[in-house]
């Protein structure tokens, strides 16, 4: 068996308490928002990396939305924000590039290459949702000038855009490390198990 994804090497439960872990990080993503230094540091990129990468079927998506779209029907009224929103709507569709680079992943056993896909997704999110800021808000100045400034330092009187940046790199880096670690150890002990019970049977 050469896949190594929950779902080729895995039993049914696995996957299932897999997912469970999904929903629980997505669940208890919510950081005080008397923390700005905190910004942006979120297991989110992570979960779709993931769920992409080692889940299959209907799970691969099932999960990061309600471990996702769920909280955020909770969490988005304390920023006064609507998931129908324009920017929203960028962020979602940021969330599907990753969750489709975690698809490209899914064949891979090393954990070096899903913080790799971790890190180039933190850079495609913060691209995406800074140059959004960037066409759809009038301060700044339709130039490339004016989306360096989006990209780089933001809106003057806001947190720079580099500090979203480098809270989203840290815990893209950290959360994949972490989830990634966790789906590999539970596929290298499920087939063990396996071949345990099978040998117990046969004697």
Known sequence: M?????????PYRA?????????IIGFSRHLPLSNPEWLNFSPVLSLFLISGAMLRGAWS??????AVFVTDLLLNPSYGVSLLEPFMLATSFS???VFLLGKSLVKTKSLLRLVGGG????????FITCSFA?????????????LIQAIT???????????FLKNTMVSSILFTSAIGW?????????????????AAGAS
């Open 2 to 10: 050469t896949e190594t994804n929950l779902h080729k090497k895995s």
């Open 119 to 126: 890190i180039a997704g933190a850079l495609v999110f913060h």
């Open 61 to 66: 998506w099932i999960a990061p939305i309600c």
């Open 134 to 146: 960037w066409w759809s808000n009038p301060a700044y100045a339709k130039s490339l000038n004016g």
């Open 153 to 163: 330092i933001g809106q003057p009187g806001f947190p720079p855009a580099y500090l």
């Open 182 to 198: 966790i789906a590999f150890r539970m596929q290298e002990s499920v087939p063990s198990t396996t071949a345990k019970a099978s």
């Open 95 to 97: 969330y599907l590039l």
């Open 15 to 23: 996957q299932l308490l897999f997912v469970g872990l999904i929903l």
